[in-house]
């Protein structure tokens, strides 16, 4: 069997297949998502997903569904499933021998005297996704209908019946182009080939989206299909479907297919998934390289792009990947603002931290390549400028204070990663002294000081880590608690055991001694560290909530008051190792290789967004996240460069 194939009797137990979710994505920002029996449960699914330049940044639902049919005897038999009000239907799924991710999302069907097998993949810088069908057994005649459920929306939104829709179809070479509304382009829907097209203009009501009905939004959507095509195939023979906005030549799709699936590279391990992983999150195109923070819903989020970027692509030796990136986060980067594009939940969300993160895989890049005069060349103005800013209080939002440390003035804002707002106000106060963003602040500082050499920047900035070392342990350190404030406003210390101390005792320079990165280790074990990452609250506060489940309020308090995020493993693996050395290893394999039994769990082959705080530690939100792949591709590296005593 294959690494991640699920058998029929998995695949059959719909209550646990429906919470099993596959994608695929290519470099042209395009996407095609759904569950393991491809039965759509988010808004979000769907066969094509693709941005649209066209019309505006956004990202839109072109085709969500494609609804197979096999004919035998004059028995049509119905191999694709939908969830209605009350019923699911069509019931294909039982028809499902087995579904394998390995490399591409692959369904074998059974029926009668057939046995069928579909593939789905995408073409890498287009948007058009194929699916390819191979008749590997018929006993007798059999015929094909492919119906197409269109859905021309953008992918945060539903569509419903409306009379606006345009029910005229164009021919095209074994197929035909269809434009639902007039600000859209053409998806051309066409068959590798020859085929009799149907045209059987109709809307189907009511699929229901159990997933948005989880998160608290609407769950109900009416699809339009223009009909049907319909072909006869002999044994052993393969047919392709295209789904474009570009015509396609039908006569070299199968040689096309055949192309993309010899380029992509296996899902056959554990390393092999992560690696894979990886490389959904870059695009590239509007004029530069950029990370998706999560998959299947996107966003141009600044911070998750640069803590995921030195894991997505140093630890896998894509040093080239990683500078591209570098620079057009250098490009679009103004002072320490970076103004983030997120998904509709959170959009254009304010931070203030940001610009130290992009220092931090600066720094990280700089390590990796071991060429501080490449770094120099192209960082070294971005962050003299970054640091300027931070140090001139021009940006309102931050000011540096006398002793060094940064301090966040405005009670109303959630400028952290700690970013939830509730009724118009943070969720969690953090402002005044926050202790990651001046934990950062100082290491931004200590590493600029070996990357730029000039004597005016030597001497205005070569004071200032005395100054913060001593500070930092001042406004953040107990002795009598034996760890880090979250934060200090007005001279009042929060000691609420939350996890951003970590970054305290993880960072290449830190105010903390060794007794100190010890005991904050120590406090984060006991009461934040699970096997699927770090509590973001400790289960002793009232505060704490065990599952990430509810409305989109309660969900966004449950991921900071007690959720689990995998993405805080890396700094906690870094801080430990940095230690104990090689003797640590031990502890971080167990923590990595734990990890493994993600790849069947929720996002198949990735590691999801959050996981409740409760055991059995639920996955939960983005079925792939950029932060949480890269940690754990950095735990990785962490230990075979222990290993290996090179770090």
Same mark, same amino acid.
């Given at each position: 069997?294959?690494?991640?194939?699920?058998?029929?009797?998995?695949?059959?137990?719909?209550q646990?297949?429906l919470?099993?979710?596959?994608?695929?994505t290519?470099?042209a920002?395009?996407?095609?998502?759904?569950?393991?029996?491809?039965?759509?449960t988010?808004?979000?699914?769907?066969?094509?997903?693709?941005?649209?330049?066209?019309?505006?940044?956004?990202?839109?639902?072109?085709?969500?569904?494609? =609804?197979?049919t096999?004919?035998?005897?004059?028995?049509p038999?119905?191999?694709?499933?939908?969830?209605?009000p009350?019923?699911?239907?069509?019931?294909?799924?039982?028809?499902?021998e087995?579904?394998s991710? =390995?490399?591409?999302?692959?369904f *074998?069907?059974?029926?009668?005297?057939v046995?069928l097998?579909?593939?789905?993949?995408?073409?890498q810088?287009?948007?058009? %996704?194929?699916?390819r069908?191979?008749?590997?057994?018929?006993?007798?005649?059999?015929?094909?209908?492919?119906?197409?459920?269109?859905?021309?929306?953008?992918?945060?939104e539903?569509?419903?019946?409306?009379?606006?829709?345009?029910?005229?179809y164009?021919e095209?070479?074994?197929?035909v182009a269809?434009?639902?509304?007039?600000?859209?382009?053409?998806?051309?829907?066409?068959?590798?080939?020859?085929?009799?097209?149907?045209?059987?203009?109709d809307?189907?009501?009511?699929?229901?989206?159990?997933k948005?009905?989880?998160?608290?939004?609407?769950y109900?959507?009416?699809?339009y299909?223009?009909?049907?095509?319909e072909?006869?195939?002999?044994?052993?023979?393969?047919?392709?479907?295209?789904?474009?906005?570009?015509?396609?030549?039908?006569?070299?799709l199968?040689?096309?297919?055949?192309?993309?699936?010899s380029?992509?590279?296996?899902?056959?391990?554990?390393?092999?998934?992560?690696?894979?992983s990886?490389?959904?999150?870059?695009?590239?195109?509007?004029?530069?390289?950029?990370?998706l923070a999560?998959?299947?819903?996107?966003? =141009?989020?600044?911070?998750?792009?640069?803590?995921?970027?030195?894991?997505?692509?140093?630890?896998?030796?894509?040093?080239?990947?990683?500078?591209?990136?570098?620079?057009?986060f250098?490009?679009?980067?103004?002072g320490?603002?970076?103004?983030?594009?997120g998904?509709?939940?959170?959009?254009?969300?304010e931070?203030?931290?940001?610009?130290?993160?992009? *220092?931090?895989?600066?720094?990280?890049?700089?390590?990796?390549?071991?060429?501080?005069?490449? $770094?120099?060349?192209?960082?070294?103005?971005?962050?003299?400028?970054?640091?300027?800013?931070?140090?001139?209080?021009?940006?309102?939002?931050?000011?540096?204070?006398e002793?060094?440390?940064?301090y966040?003035?405005?009670?109303?804002?959630?400028?952290?990663?700690?970013?939830?707002m509730?009724?118009?106000?943070?969720?969690?106060?953090?402002?005044?002294?926050?202790?990651?963003?001046?934990a950062?602040?100082?290491?931004a500082?200590?590493?600029?000081?070996?990357?730029?050499?000039?004597? $005016?920047?030597?001497?205005?900035?070569?004071?200032i880590?005395?100054?913060?070392?001593?500070?930092? %342990?001042?406004?953040?350190?107990s002795?009598?608690?034996?760890?880090l404030?979250?934060?200090?406003?007005?001279?009042v210390?929060?000691?609420?055991?939350?996890?951003?101390?970590?970054?305290?005792?993880?960072?290449?320079?830190?105010?903390?001694?060794?007794?100190?990165?010890?005991?904050?280790?120590?406090? %984060?074990?006991?009461?934040?560290?699970?096997?699927k990452? *770090?509590?973001?609250?400790?289960?002793?506060?009232?505060?704490?909530i065990?599952?990430?489940?509810?409305?989109?309020?309660?969900?966004?308090?449950?991921?900071?008051?007690?959720?689990?995020?995998?993405?805080?493993?890396?700094?906690?693996?870094e801080?430990?190792?940095?230690?104990?050395?090689?003797?640590? %290893?031990a502890?971080v394999?167990?923590?990595?290789?734990?990890?493994?039994?993600e790849?069947?769990?929720?996002?198949?082959?990735?590691?999801?967004?959050?996981?409740?705080?409760?055991?059995?530690?639920?996955?939960?939100?983005a079925?792939?996240?950029?932060?949480?792949?890269?940690?754990?591709?950095?735990?990785?590296?962490?230990?075979?460069?222990?290993e290996?005593?090179?770090?």
């Amino acid at each position: 069997m294959a690494y991640l194939e699920f058998t029929k009797q998995e695949v059959n137990n719909l209550q646990e297949a429906l919470k099993k979710e596959y994608i695929r994505t290519n470099r042209a920002g395009s996407y095609a998502s759904s569950t393991i029996v491809n039965c759509n449960t988010r808004k979000y699914h769907g066969l094509l997903v693709c941005p649209l330049p066209e019309i505006d940044k956004r990202t839109y639902l072109m085709l969500s569904s494609l =609804d197979e049919t096999v004919i035998q005897h004059n028995t049509p038999f119905h191999l694709a499933i939908h969830k209605f009000p009350a019923e699911f239907s069509p019931l294909g799924h039982k028809y499902i021998e087995s579904f394998s991710n =390995d490399p591409i999302p692959t369904f *074998i069907y059974r029926v009668g005297g057939v046995t069928l097998k579909k593939e789905i993949i995408l073409i890498q810088n287009e948007r058009q %996704v194929l699916v390819r069908y191979t008749l590997l057994k018929a006993t007798s005649k059999t015929t094909l209908q492919l119906r197409p459920f269109l859905g021309f929306r953008k992918v945060h939104e539903l569509t419903h019946v409306n009379y606006d829709v345009n029910t005229r179809y164009v021919e095209k070479s074994n197929g035909v182009a269809v434009k639902m509304y007039t600000p859209f382009p053409e998806l051309n829907l066409q068959i590798s080939k020859k085929n009799e097209f149907v045209s059987a203009p109709d809307w189907y009501n009511n699929f229901e989206y159990a997933k948005e009905k989880e998160r608290g939004f609407e769950y109900h959507e009416d699809l339009y299909t223009p009909g049907y095509f319909e072909f006869d195939m002999k044994q052993d023979e393969v047919v392709v479907f295209s789904a474009s906005l570009s015509e396609a030549k039908p006569k070299n799709l199968p040689e096309l297919f055949e192309k993309e699936v010899s380029n992509c590279d296996p899902n056959d391990t554990f390393e092999h998934c992560l690696a894979n992983s990886a490389r959904q999150f870059l695009l590239r195109g509007n004029g530069g390289t950029r990370i998706l923070a999560s998959l299947p819903w996107s966003g =141009d989020w600044g911070r998750d792009a640069m803590v995921a970027l030195p894991g997505l692509t140093l630890m896998r030796g894509a040093f080239d990947t990683c500078e591209e990136v570098l620079n057009t986060f250098t490009k679009e980067i103004s002072g320490n603002v970076y103004e983030s594009i997120g998904n509709i939940e959170h959009y254009y969300v304010e931070s203030i931290d940001t610009a130290l993160w992009y *220092i931090r895989s600066v720094q990280q890049f700089n390590w990796n390549t071991k060429d501080i005069e490449k $770094t120099r060349k192209l960082y070294a103005a971005k962050v003299e400028e970054i640091l300027e800013v931070y140090m001139s209080g021009t940006n309102q939002d931050v000011v540096m204070h006398e002793n060094g440390l940064l301090y966040l003035p405005n009670p109303h804002k959630a400028l952290t990663w700690v970013d939830a707002m509730e009724n118009g106000e943070p969720l969690i106060p953090r402002w005044g002294y926050v202790v990651e963003v001046n934990a950062l602040w100082y290491n931004a500082i200590c590493f600029a000081l070996e990357l730029i050499t000039k004597k $005016t920047f030597q001497s205005k900035w070569k004071g200032i880590p005395a100054r913060i070392e001593k500070s930092f %342990v001042e406004t953040f350190w107990s002795d009598k608690k034996g760890y880090l404030a979250d934060t200090n406003i007005n001279g009042v210390q929060n000691f609420t055991v939350r996890p951003s101390q970590i970054f305290g005792a993880s960072l290449p320079f830190s105010t903390l001694n060794d007794v100190q990165r010890q005991s904050v280790l120590n406090v %984060v074990r006991k009461e934040l560290l699970t096997p699927k990452g *770090i509590r973001t609250l400790t289960p002793q506060s009232p505060d704490f909530i065990g599952e990430v489940v509810g409305t989109i309020q309660e969900r966004s308090r449950a991921y900071h008051q007690g959720g689990v995020l995998l993405w805080l493993l890396a700094p906690y693996a870094e801080a430990y190792l940095k230690l104990h050395g090689r003797s640590g %290893v031990a502890e971080v394999k167990r923590i990595y290789y734990g990890l493994e039994g993600e790849m069947r769990q929720h996002g198949v082959g990735t590691v999801s967004e959050v996981y409740d705080g409760n055991p059995p530690h639920t996955p939960r939100g983005a079925i792939s996240q950029a932060m949480s792949v890269a940690a754990v591709l950095r735990l990785k590296i962490l230990i075979k460069n222990f290993e290996a005593d090179t770090l």
